[in-house]
């Protein structure tokens, strides 16, 4: 079929097997199709190939990619094989033969889109090439490499614009980066030479993810019951230090688990193959320091555990954001332990990265990143929604309820507790502000005992207005009220609670009209109706794999239903066969909804969510004949 003749959903239902376009994606399409430069900054997960493969298909000639690393192109190359797309990548992993090769087929425009590593721009051979091929695009992916304020500076960058001005005839240009900073956006604009660029921005959220922080004592018994409710999930284990890895990833082998490990220790060659066996499944589980970063382009990671806490925000939400970029539900969930501020403490006053830096300067930069890592020990310690701080910390409003964090789930909830204060200050009051903590709370809850007798409180007004409350909570809200300044307890060897200020005009307002005031409060919801507040969370985010209401709801419902294994199995046959891995067979989200549809003709699998018309070409029988075959057994699970 000729690529011209589609237009832009075409493309992306045919290669893509998707309906829609994703926030940010169709704008930037439009700009570059119509030869407007372009400034895409989206969050890990959102998208960016997309933007520029779309147009690359639909533009007469050439695609160019510019990409830092080698796995990534890989991958992506792939990714374009496996959808029917000519593409081929340039970079120091081929041998000098199979480098000739790839740039002679160039010459002869076999390419689509070709990606290249940016050391190669300027060598003579690809200069050569460039110079009499028809180049429609330019695209920069991962762009903040640019920037010397990026997390990741390749100087080679800085050599974009030279090349791009040697082309005869200049091509529209995209740059692409997850880093939303002002310093590494104008960075970008300014360093690539972008002309006239429309930017665009798309928000952080991924509402996919869920997060939670943890406390265990005992982190490894935490890890290891999370992967034992998790079989079959695939996940990244974070941790600080290479001895951290090597313990962790041993236990965890010595448990049984098919783990494997990457840190910055082991040779070139033990990286690469425990990179390719993580990403093959055939060891699902990865325990890795931070140099297992940028380039993981696993869709079907289901977890990221943090075994430590990260130096900052920033990298934790990199790190985390590699869970769940096909958009099917994903846990992120940080252990935490205050040894972790400790050891960051020490990395900070540590720090020589940089030998420029001196005196002052120095000391500057140790004093931003303590700053950092206090905001980083806040996120482990919030009672307030995770995703909002997140947010926040991003400069993004977010709402201060997500439903899909432990905070929100779990462990608090924002309860009205303008009755009980209302009727705690009423106490107080006309008992003539005499009384201790104990009795206040005693005579709320209708108690009998010696003082409350005594002291005649049976007969106030608000004597056990509140008996259905423990005392423990009673006492939560009256902690509240002193550390709101509503009351107060005095300093005396029998302390005595008072109303202050605050408290006499909440009072005497309540009791016209009852301004609401709230307090976050532990749950006293059962387990099990905590499930079921997820499920709706779940469903309500249109998964409709939630329907077990699994708690937390982690991987989806449907992994681990016999339909789902029937169909990850088929995959697996497929991808060992054809040296693939799985996830570019289908992602873990197209299983889930093939297991909820169960399509019995064409028509209907090519409606699946990442079922294009040339995977079905390749696949679409046999998981078609393993769905009629499932359609019988619906009604089992
Ligand atoms: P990024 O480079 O921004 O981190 P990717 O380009 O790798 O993200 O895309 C992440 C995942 O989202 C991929 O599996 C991709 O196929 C998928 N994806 C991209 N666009 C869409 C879309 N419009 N609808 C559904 N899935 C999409
Ligand atoms: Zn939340």
Same mark, same amino acid.
């Given at each position: 079929?000729?690529?011209?003749?589609?237009?832009?959903?075409?493309?992306?239902?045919? $290669? $893509?097997?998707?309906?829609?376009?994703?926030?940010?994606?169709?704008?930037?399409?439009?700009?570059?199709?119509?030869?407007?430069?372009?400034?895409?900054?989206?969050?890990?997960?959102?998208?960016?190939?997309?933007?520029?493969?779309?147009?690359?298909?639909?533009?007469?000639?050439?695609?160019?990619?510019?990409?830092?690393?080698?796995?990534?192109?890989?991958?992506?190359?792939?990714?374009?094989?496996?959808?029917?797309?000519?593409?081929?990548?340039?970079?120091?992993?081929?041998?000098?033969?199979?480098?000739?090769?790839?740039?002679?087929?160039?010459?002869?425009?076999?390419?689509?889109?070709?990606?290249?590593?940016?050391?190669?721009?300027?060598?003579?051979?690809?200069?050569?090439? *460039?110079?009499?091929?028809?180049?429609?695009?330019?695209?920069?992916?991962?762009?903040?490499?640019?920037?010397?304020?990026?997390?990741?500076?390749?100087?080679?960058?800085?050599?974009?614009?030279?090349?791009?001005?040697?082309?005869?005839?200049?091509?529209?240009?995209?740059?692409?980066?997850?880093?939303?900073?002002?310093?590494?956006?104008?960075?970008?604009?300014?360093?690539?030479?972008?002309?006239?660029?429309?930017?665009?921005?798309?928000?952080?959220?991924?509402?996919?993810?869920?997060?939670?922080?943890?406390?265990?004592?005992?982190?490894?018994?935490?890890?290891?019951?999370?992967?034992?409710?998790?079989?079959?999930?695939?996940?990244?284990?974070?941790?600080?230090?290479?001895?951290?890895?090597?313990?962790?990833?041993?236990?965890?082998?010595?448990?049984?688990?098919?783990?494997?490990?990457?840190?910055?220790?082991?040779?070139?060659?033990?990286?690469?193959?425990?990179?390719?066996?993580?990403?093959?499944?055939?060891?699902?589980?990865?325990?890795?320091?931070?140099?297992?970063?940028?380039?993981?382009?696993?869709?079907?990671?289901?977890?990221?555990?943090? $075994?430590?806490?990260?130096?900052?925000?920033?990298?934790?939400?990199?790190?985390?954001?590699? *869970?769940?970029?096909?958009?099917?539900? *994903?846990?992120?969930?940080?252990?935490?332990?205050?040894?972790?501020?400790?050891?960051?403490?020490?990395?900070?006053?540590?720090?020589?990265?940089?030998?420029?830096?001196?005196?002052?300067?120095?000391?500057?930069?140790?004093?931003?990143?303590?700053?950092?890592?206090?905001?980083?020990?806040? $996120?482990?310690?919030?009672?307030?929604?995770?995703?909002?701080?997140?947010?926040?910390?991003?400069?993004?409003?977010?709402?201060?309820?997500?439903?899909?964090?432990?905070?929100?789930?779990?462990?608090?909830?924002?309860?009205?507790?303008?009755?009980?204060?209302?009727?705690?200050?009423?106490?107080?009051?006309?008992?003539?502000?005499?009384?201790?903590?104990?009795?206040?709370?005693?005579?709320?809850?209708?108690?009998?005992?010696?003082?409350?007798?005594?002291?005649?409180?049976?007969?106030?007004?608000?004597?056990?207005?509140?008996?259905?409350?423990?005392?423990?909570?009673?006492?939560?809200?009256?902690?509240?009220?002193?550390?709101?300044?509503?009351?107060?307890?005095?300093?005396?060897?029998?302390?005595?609670?008072?109303?202050?200020?605050?408290?006499?005009?909440?009072?005497?307002?309540?009791?016209?009209?009852?301004?609401?005031?709230?307090?976050?409060?532990?749950?006293?919801?059962?387990?099990?109706?905590?499930?079921?507040?997820?499920?709706?969370?779940?469903?309500?985010?249109?998964?409709?794999?939630?329907?077990?209401?699994?708690?937390?709801?982690?991987?989806?419902?449907?992994?681990?239903?016999?339909?789902?294994?029937?169909?990850?199995?088929?995959?697996?046959?497929?991808?060992?066969?054809?040296?693939?891995?799985?996830?570019?067979?289908?992602?873990?989200?197209?299983?889930?909804?093939?297991?909820?549809?169960?399509?019995?003709?064409?028509?209907?699998?090519?409606?699946?969510?990442?079922?294009?018309?040339?995977?079905?070409?390749?696949?679409?029988?046999?998981?078609?004949?393993?769905?009629?075959?499932?359609?019988?057994?619906?009604?089992?699970?």
């Amino acid at each position: 079929m000729s690529e011209t003749t589609q237009d832009k959903y075409q493309i992306l239902k045919t $290669y $893509y097997g998707y309906d829609s376009f994703r926030d940010g994606q169709e704008e930037l399409i439009d700009c570059l199709l119509s030869g407007r430069d372009v400034c895409g900054i989206m969050p890990t997960g959102a998208g960016k190939s997309v933007c520029y493969q779309v147009p690359a298909l639909m533009l007469p000639a050439i695609t160019l990619v510019i990409s830092p690393l080698i796995s990534l192109m890989k991958d992506q190359v792939r990714a374009l094989n496996q959808m029917g797309v000519h593409a081929a990548y340039l970079n120091s992993s081929l041998t000098f033969p199979q480098y000739k090769k790839a740039l002679a087929l160039a010459k002869e425009g076999r390419y689509k889109i070709i990606y290249v590593a940016p050391e190669r721009l300027l060598t003579e051979d690809f200069q050569d090439f *460039a110079a009499n091929a028809e180049i429609s695009m330019v695209a920069v992916d991962e762009a903040h490499c640019v920037s010397q304020w990026g997390q990741d500076f390749r100087p080679s960058y800085l050599k974009i614009p030279s090349f791009i001005g040697s082309l005869s005839k200049r091509p529209v240009v995209g740059a692409f980066t997850a880093t939303a900073t002002k310093e590494v956006k104008e960075d970008i604009i300014r360093m690539l030479e972008l002309s006239d660029p429309h930017l665009t921005v798309t928000g952080f959220d991924r509402k996919n993810l869920y997060f939670e922080v943890r406390h265990d004592k005992d982190k490894y018994k935490g890890i290891k019951e999370y992967l034992n409710t998790h079989p079959d999930s695939s996940g990244i284990i974070y941790c600080a230090t290479r001895k951290n890895v090597e313990e962790v990833c041993d236990r965890l082998i010595a448990d049984g688990f098919a783990a494997t490990r990457y840190h910055a220790g082991l040779s070139d060659a033990e990286r690469r193959s425990n990179q390719e066996a993580f990403t093959y499944d055939e060891f699902p589980i990865m325990v890795a320091t931070n140099a297992f970063g940028m380039g993981i382009d696993k869709s079907n990671v289901r977890f990221v555990l943090h $075994y430590n806490m990260p130096k900052n925000m920033e990298s934790y939400y990199q790190e985390a954001g590699r *869970a769940g970029r096909d958009g099917a539900k *994903a846990d992120c969930i940080l252990f935490y332990s205050g040894q972790d501020v400790i050891t960051n403490q020490f990395f900070i006053e540590q720090n020589r990265d940089n030998d420029e830096l001196t005196g002052e300067a120095l000391e500057l930069v140790r004093q931003r990143d303590r700053e950092r890592l206090k905001k980083m020990t806040f $996120y482990c310690h919030t009672a307030d929604c995770l995703r909002d701080y997140m947010l926040r910390y991003f400069g993004e409003y977010g709402s201060n309820y997500c439903g899909n964090c432990s905070n929100c789930l779990n462990v608090f909830e924002t309860i009205d507790i303008s009755l009980i204060a209302n009727d705690m200050i009423g106490c107080i009051l006309t008992s003539g502000m005499r009384y201790g903590v104990n009795v206040i709370l005693d005579a709320l809850r209708g108690s009998k005992n010696e003082k409350v007798l005594r002291f005649g409180l049976d007969a106030n007004h608000y004597y056990g207005s509140h008996s259905g409350e423990t005392i423990v909570f009673l006492r939560q809200v009256l902690n509240y009220l002193v550390l709101t300044e509503y009351l107060t307890v005095t300093d005396d060897q029998f302390p005595i609670v008072k109303v202050k200020e605050k408290g006499l005009t909440f009072f005497s307002e309540a009791g016209e009209f009852r301004p609401v005031l709230t307090m976050k409060a532990a749950k006293k919801t059962p387990p099990a109706e905590k499930a079921g507040r997820f499920k709706d969370a779940a469903s309500a985010s249109g998964n409709a794999a939630s329907a077990s209401g699994r708690k937390r709801g982690a991987a989806s419902a449907h992994t681990g239903s016999a339909p789902f294994e029937s169909l990850r199995r088929l995959r697996t046959e497929i991808a060992r066969a054809q040296h693939v891995p799985p996830y570019l067979v289908f992602s873990d989200k197209t299983l889930e909804s093939m297991c909820v549809l169960l399509p019995q003709t064409k028509e209907e699998m090519l409606a699946v969510h990442g079922v294009g018309e040339l995977k079905y070409q390749k696949y679409g029988e046999q998981f078609l004949a393993l769905c009629r075959e499932l359609g019988g057994e619906a009604e089992d699970f």
